[in-house]
């Protein structure tokens, strides 16, 4: 059963979503990018490769670049996917290693389901995606 009076709250829940998951990525983001060496050199130990020293700023950027995105609604969608994908890569790691990190799992989760949201469903009217052209897709 669905109460049809909440329906005219759905761009404000799809806001307050969209914000709360941008500064997540943005915390998370900045954090690693302000300590880069470090999370280089934590990701070349779990990896056990030097892959470490190419992925981490990487992901350390699409992180914070994506709460940004988010967090101002701009290309929200797909903003949303890149850190899904992310996310999604986060989880299968933390599921295939027999680790301490199981403890977040369910924060991990969270972050998926609601980055899948926002894939499908857009930032809501509330940020600038309002104002570009729609993709014919």
């Given at each position: 059963?669905?109460?049809?009076?909440?329906?005219?709250?759905?761009?404000?829940?799809?806001?307050?979503?969209?914000?709360?998951?941008?500064?997540?990525?943005?915390?998370?983001?900045?954090?690693k990018?302000?300590?880069?060496?470090?999370?280089?050199?934590?990701?070349?130990?779990?990896?056990?490769?030097?892959?470490?020293?190419?992925?981490?700023?990487?992901?350390?950027?699409?992180?914070?670049?994506?709460?940004?995105?988010?967090?101002?609604?701009?290309?929200?969608?797909?903003?949303?996917?890149?850190?899904?994908?992310?996310?999604?890569?986060?989880?299968?790691?933390?599921?295939?290693?027999?680790?301490?990190?199981?403890?977040?799992?369910?924060?991990?989760?969270?972050?998926?389901a609601?980055?899948?949201?926002?894939?499908?469903?857009?930032?809501?009217?509330?940020?600038?995606?309002?104002?570009?052209?729609?993709?014919?897709?």
């Amino acid at each position: 059963m669905t109460i049809p009076l909440l329906g005219i709250f759905d761009d404000w829940a799809l806001l307050i979503l969209r914000l709360v998951v941008a500064l997540i990525f943005l915390v998370q983001g900045w954090a690693k990018i302000k300590h880069l060496k470090e999370f280089s050199g934590s990701f070349n130990t779990a990896t056990k490769s030097r892959a470490g020293s190419i992925a981490a700023p990487i992901v350390a950027f699409l992180e914070f670049l994506g709460g940004l995105s988010l967090l101002i609604g701009f290309f929200t969608q797909i903003a949303a996917l890149v850190l899904a994908l992310l996310a999604a890569l986060k989880l299968g790691w933390r599921l295939t290693r027999l680790s301490d990190e199981k403890l977040n799992l369910e924060l991990s989760l969270l972050l998926f389901a609601s980055l899948l949201v926002l894939t499908i469903l857009g930032g809501g009217h509330f940020g600038v995606d309002l104002f570009l052209p729609q993709l014919p897709l």
